[in-house]
């Protein structure tokens, strides 16, 4: 159960629905957040990351149209995390929101990290899909 959250989002210049086919494709996943994992892929019907912490099971949230980029990411040890993330269209831009969630025994250091490591990833996100 998360004791403390943040919301950290980017605008983009596109629309919405371009960057959401790109963020919910897991294949991507390590052109914009290569910390997290160096390549995704389908194993017996699961996406399978290789990641720093090693082989890490993602599940995302069903194709839809509402810009929910939910996903949940099983690490080696069997823990699970729960990532809240929206593609949120404003006209012609839209903003990519992913809500950082800071566990018990997290530090303040580690959280702002964390924080940091998302802010790095979606501002990545931005320059490939403004380019």
């Known amino acids: 159960m998360a004791i403390d959250s943040r919301h950290i989002s980017v605008r983009i210049k596109r629309p919405a629905e371009p ?5 919910a494709d897991p294949t991507h996943l390590p052109d ?3 910390g997290l994992c160096d390549r995704v892929e389908q194993v017996d019907g699961e996406w399978v990351a290789s990641s720093p912490m090693g082989r890490a099971v993602l599940k995302f949230a069903p ?4 810009g929910v980029v939910d996903h949940h990411v099983t690490v080696p040890g069997g823990e699970t995390f729960y990532n809240p993330m929206r593609v949120l269209a ?3 831009e839209c903003e990519v929101v992913f809500t950082l969630r800071r566990l018990e025994g997290v530090t303040d250091d580690a959280f ?3 924080a940091e490591a998302v802010s790095a990833d979606l501002a990545r996100l931005k320059s490939l899909m403004e380019s």
Not at 19 to 23: G, N
Request: hydrophobic share 35%; glycine share 6%; no cysteine.
């Open 19 to 23: 960057v959401y086919t790109f963020v």
């Open 32 to 34: 914009w957040a290569p």
């Open 63 to 66: 194709h839809n149209e509402f």
């Open 112 to 114: 702002e990290r964390d």
């Open 90 to 92: 404003d006209g012609p």
